[in-house]
């Protein structure tokens, strides 16, 4: 397939009566570009409108017109919602929440995971689904689910978490001691005491806490592994993915990544909802990170599954994109290196909760609208652009996001306890290396690191096992880290390291961290950095130097001049610290300096244009240049001695070989 996919859900089951619903709708999306749909996501109930009683002719009428009219489909296993009879008869398939309350039926991605009827059920429908579909001509993906997130808190999950828990700690005293569980008479003496964690019980034993996340990301993973089995005894070779939704939905991504042919992810940035009106930049930020983060899982290009072609229905103020945004949105999933531009939804459903959700064809059914115009522009312009098709990118720069280390951040109590922001910290010194105009990739502390040439963790407050002799061998061997505030505290099981931060790397980085300081909302504490004055906020470390060169002081309160900013040689590399969380231009200007030091080929060597984002895909020797400009103003950028001038929302593509 030589062309990047354009097209997205499509819910045909609404309109069954209605077949000339189903030609008009093929007619349009031949005229929108469309060359993809994804069905059956939610097709349950009209697969097996009885127990054991299966209707298919709807759905292969429905992938035969596809087929027939080049329109590619990426078929959905329809787990995450299941039919009404199946939760009267089994009650039991459906989640118990953290109060220990059953769900009723409704809603979606909302099954236990243990419960052995549901996998049989769903076994039984993925297989039925697989071996019809398998070789159909218009099939090119399986997508796993949806979204798939959460956790289920019934007796048999329970007891499923203390098996795990068993295999991992063997004795019931190891337990005890990795969760430090003398604390406030916490000791388990039977390991049927041991409960999830619960907002009516128990949530202070950390290490437990952030046990059961683990373990039910893995549940969920173990779950959508039984579904690729099932897909994979009837459908060899066709790819398999899920779509992605967030940094933290109870699935550790790096480690579902692994089970996954290509990833996905769905994208509802909050366009034209900040304060500044003329500027998208933050949220471009955000979308580019999770774009970043999700093509990084395999190092290849993903997909981007979902997005809206106006407005979402769910959103505090639910705005439509403004003009010329839905192509230039569109645009930046393709520079972070997306292969397709896939919409939730097609239609619109005239009833429902989502009926006032953006679709590319409307109520109305007209074509003759600004929506539908601009996803045919998107059209064009992927037809114009797919020789880009399957580029990759080439990052010298990784941030490390850990989710065991988001969680356990989540958890604990002190520093600021309603504002941690681990994930603002994350995006604040991604949106520094963003603006020096270098790709990023976004990896996990486990991942190799020897391919960058800088590495940045903020706030790494978890190390796991050997985390600390993989950043000393990195640095060693010549390799640029940076570790933010507040780094090395704990071990896996969120336990304090009897020693001073960061655990393991005080020779490295020449010293440690003494105490760590909060910072009210607006307070700061004036930091200059080559001449220049700038704010830590938020949190300040409270460091001990041994041998390490001082960049920055801090400039008040009773740790001033103490230092803020280190950097010590350590092998053939550098070891840097950064004991607060910096403000935006710090960041930015120290980072710029420190690529410049280490040597980093930037995409482009100017400085930092308002609101331009510029991304960059490789193919055969071919780079392929984004520029993006993310404000409603007219911005002229320089790239190799040449201008380019982009106005409102304008992108540009600069090819070079
Ligand atoms: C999610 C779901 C879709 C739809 C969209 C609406 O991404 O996967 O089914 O509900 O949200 O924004
Ligand atoms: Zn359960």
Known sequence: ??????????????????????????????????????????????????????????????????????????LATPSAARPAWMVKKYPEIMRV???????????????????????????????????RYAKHPALIMWHLSNEMYGECHCEKCQNKFREWLKKKYKTLENLNEQYNSAFWSHTFYSWDEIESPSSIGDQAVHGLALDFSRFYSELNIDFLEMEKKEIRKYCKHTPITTNMLSLDCGIDYSDLGKILDVTSWDSYPLWHCGKDKTSEWKEAVKASFHYDYCRSLKKQPFYLMESTPSNTNWAAVCKLKRPGMHLLSSMQAIASGSDSVLYFQWRQGKGGYEKFHGAVVGHSGSEDTRVFRDVCQVGDELKKIAEIKGAGTISKVAIIFDWPNLRALKGIKGLKNNKKDFVEALQEYYEALIKNYVNVDIISQRDDFSEYQLIVAPMLYLFEKDTDKRIKAYIENGGNFVLGVFSGIVNENDLAFECFPPYGLQDVFGLCVEETDALCEDEFNEVTYKDRTYHATDYCDLIRNQDATVVAEYGQDFYKGMPVVTKHTWGKGTAVYIGSRM???????????????????????????????????????????????????????????????????????????
């Open 97 to 131: 929440n953290e109060k220990r309350e059953r769900l009723l039926y409704g809603d979606r991605e909302n099954y236990c995971c243990s419960s052995e009827i549901y996998r049989e059920k769903v076994k039984k429908i993925d297989g039925m689904i697989a071996s």
């Open 1 to 74: 397939m030589n062309e990047f996919l354009h097209g997205g859900d499509y819910n045909p089951d609404q309109w069954l009566k209605r077949p000339e619903i189903l030609e008009e709708d093929i007619r349009l999306m031949k005229k929108a570009g469309v060359n993809e749909v994804s069905l059956g996501i939610f097709s349950w109930a009209m697969y097996e409108p009885e127990e054991d009683v299966y209707q298919f002719s709807w759905m292969d009428k429905i992938m035969d017109a596809m087929y027939e009219n080049g329109i590619k489909v990426i």
């Open 583 to 657: 403000n935006e231009e710090f960041l930015y200007e120290f980072l710029h300096d420190m690529i410049q030091e280490v040597g980093i080929e930037r995409i482009c060597d100017t400085p930092y244009i308002s609101d331009i984002m510029v991304k960059q895909r490789e193919k055969k020797g071919i780079k392929y240049t984004f520029l993006m400009n993310f404000s409603t103003e007219q911005r002229v950028i320089e790239v190799e001695h040449q201008q380019y001038v982009l106005g409102c929302y304008e992108y540009k593509i600069i090819t070079t070989k």
